[in-house]
Structures are given as structure tokens and as C-alpha cells.
């Protein structure tokens, strides 16, 4: 697994971006994939999940509502749709994939990750 992350940028509060998450290797479709995010001077916290399959996504409360998760297995990607963006959602992105299944405490466990993308938004 090697996960590539884009499709960060600076944009205006209520704005929207779309974040994806690009693996390179065979076995993108048995992994639960996840996006985290640090913001400056704040520890890294989980955004939000996507089962293998694509049937089932967790959100953090801070982004629910307002994010939502999609996988193409056959493209191997994980997009985050990021609409009515706020400026405390400024952070750099990671999106994460580990081989257990979503139900099972989906903020921890991920094994490998990508690099950030920048997100910011500005008031």
C-alpha cells in the first residue's frame, strides 16, 4: 500500500474541496481507509472512515454533515467531499489505511499513511 493524498488549497469559509487519496498498489479494495487531520499547535485527529467496500463511513461530529466519503476500488482512490468549509478546518490532510474493518475503533490502528495535503481557508 502507498497512499498519495491531493487536492488541497486555500478557499474562503463556505467553500468546498474535494480531497482524494490515491493507492498504488493491488490490495487498495480490502482496506478501511480514514482521513486525519493536524491543525497548527493541535495533536492529529480523525476527520472521518470508509469501510473496504465503500457500504458504511464514520465521521468525527466536528465534520459531520458537512464531509462525506467516497471510494472507487477500480481506480483505487478515497475522496472527501469538504463542502461548507470553516476556517477551523484549516490543517494538513492525511488519509490512512489499515486492513481492520471500520467497526473496529475507527480512529486508531492505521498502519500506513500518505503524505499531507494543505487545506486552508481563510474567513
Known amino acids: 500500500v502507498q497512499l498519495q493524498a491531493s487536492g488541497g488549497g486555500s478557499v474562503q469559509a463556505g467553500g468546498s474541496l474535494e480531497l482524494s487519496c490515491i493507492d498504488s498498489?493491488?490490495?487498495?479494495?480490502?482496506?478501511?481507509v480514514s482521513w486525519f487531520r493536524r491543525a497548527p499547535g493541535k495533536e492529529r485527529e480523525f476527520v472521518g472512515g470508509i469501510s473496504f467496500d465503500g457500504g458504511s463511513a464514520y465521521y468525527a461530529d466536528s465534520v459531520k454533515g458537512r464531509f462525506t466519503l467516497s471510494r472507487d476500488n477500480a481506480k483505487n482512490t478515497v475522496s472527501l467531499q469538504m463542502n461548507s468549509l470553516k476556517p477551523e478546518d484549516t490543517a494538513v490532510y492525511y488519509c490512512?489505511?489499515?486492513?481492520?474493518?471500520?467497526?473496529?475503533?475507527?480512529?486508531?490502528?492505521?498502519?500506513?499513511w500518505g503524505q499531507g495535503t494543505l487545506v486552508t481557508v481563510s474567513s
Open positions: 490512512a489505511a489499515r486492513l481492520q474493518s471500520l467497526s473496529q475503533r475507527p480512529t486508531a490502528g492505521y498502519v500506513y
Open positions: 498498489g493491488r490490495e487498495f479494495g480490502a482496506y478501511t
